[in-house]
DNA sequence: GAGTGGTCTAGACCACAGA
DNA sequence: CTGTGGTCTAGACCACTCT
């Protein structure tokens, strides 16, 4: 078990088979949806205890990396649905309740050179090649996001030539990609309605919207998506829990 | 060890103890900042191994109810300004940088009747009384939150005579109404300024404000404020990370 | 040095899923 | 029935804090 900086060899042995795990998660030896070899089978080959494997595997699971199913094994968390709903959406209605898209209107999708805004923000270069996503949501069959979605052209080669992009991204990511989303980063304000939205979301002029800027990035801590929503909040808000 | 519905007896034996514990300090045995017993000496009590009540204790210090100090002992957690700042204030400045309001211009401080909207957010009964607060909070000395707090009056007797409200409430709440403040639920949108708010953060009228409409609750779940803080986010945005 | 939490082991039994 | 994760024990040693 060769470690370099970030992990010494003399850090608890529960770290450096996290460390281990997370590793053959990144480079595809587990990808997602996968089967891990047991407690006990993981503890002979690694030379440690059942109880320590499972140390390492609590932290994992409690950082949604893993999900346990007992009787069944240990697996490597996919997109699903249901994450997306409960993890990454967090507009509810008026009554609290979550309901994802299930409609999306494809505005434009191209592949162009990044702007300096986008460059900076996916860590790309200069003059990087970006594909443009611009999409209306709608909830409840009324539409109440304006969306723009920008990746970078390298890891999502081809993407802007598919005329069936999915409402629902991250699965999409994972299964075409291989580009696994697992932390995002938000940033919140209230802006004015530009003409655009005025008319893509059919609102008085002027109208508050709530802006939804956000950067996702992979287990590496690498960044891969940057999305700006901006939502119509008369029927609905963004629910954030504090515990 | 005695269960009503919640936990039955069966339960498992480290749940039972998280649930002893838990009692323990809704019942002021353990309040906060104080050490509790040795995880031997706990498990001694409870007729349980050490190990058994380091896993009840890892979850409660998951949940944000303990906290661990190598070498010294467990303690139940305090709202210290450190807690405040990163745990339930989520406004940042443009550069991403997270700075508690240090400054709050008390615009009123009244003992009421409770209206319909907030006995219902409290679950207080119809004619129940609350005290209501108004302040704008400052950020870099600019005015930038507008902020009304409904507080149910049986609980925090006597708070509206005070007339040096601190800036940091929560502290406050817990040292001097023995009221901890544990979760609470954030609906966010997207609203337009009225002429009170446009007067006092200095604004053009119409401008959109961040709402930010929050409950929060204490450990056995109870409603005991309802805050709405409208912020201008020109210079500030809501930072909201999914991990 | 005494007492605390932090790590690790080895082994036991239970609850659940699937062939 | 077998293999999996879920719970629990008893004991060991390390790292840290305080006196």
Same mark, same amino acid.
């Given at each position: 078990m060769e470690d370099k900086?970030?992990? %010494? *060899?003399?850090?608890?042995l529960y770290k450096q088979i996290k460390k281990l795990i997370i590793g053959r998660i990144v480079d595809g030896?587990?990808? %997602? *949806?996968k089967r891990l070899p047991s407690e006990t089978r993981l503890g002979q080959e690694l030379g440690a205890s059942q109880g320590t494997v499972r140390k390492a595997l609590d932290d994992l699971v409690s950082e949604n990396l893993l999900i346990r199913h007992q009787g069944r094994g240990t697996f490597v968390t996919t997109h699903t649905a249901q994450r997306e709903l409960f993890h990454f959406f967090h507009l509810v209605d008026n009554d609290g309740i979550k309901q994802l898209p299930v409609y999306s209107q494809l505005i434009d999708c191209s592949r162009r050179r990044a702007t300096r805004d986008e460059a900076g923000r996916l860590k790309l270069s200069a003059r990087a090649f970006v594909i443009a996503i611009t999409r209306v949501r709608h909830l409840n069959n009324n539409p109440v996001i304006c969306e723009t979605i920008i990746l970078p052209a390298t890891r999502f080669?081809?993407?802007?030539?598919?005329?069936?992009?999915?409402?629902?991204l991250y699965g999409y990511y994972e299964s075409?990609?291989?580009?696994?989303?697992?932390k995002a980063t938000e940033r919140l304000r209230a802006v004015t309605a530009s003409n655009v939205e005025v008319a893509a979301i059919?609102?008085?002029?002027g109208s508050p919207l709530l802006e939804i800027d956000r950067v996702a990035e992979t287990l590496?801590?690498?960044?891969v998506e940057w999305r700006v929503s901006r939502c119509d909040t008369q029927a609905h808000s963004y629910l954030s829990e504090i515990i």
């Open positions: 900086h970030p992990l %010494p *060899g003399n850090a608890p030896t587990w990808s %997602p *949806g080669a081809g993407l802007e030539q598919n005329d069936d992009i999915p409402n629902e075409t990609y291989g580009i696994t989303i697992h059919g609102l008085p002029v590496e801590g690498e960044p």
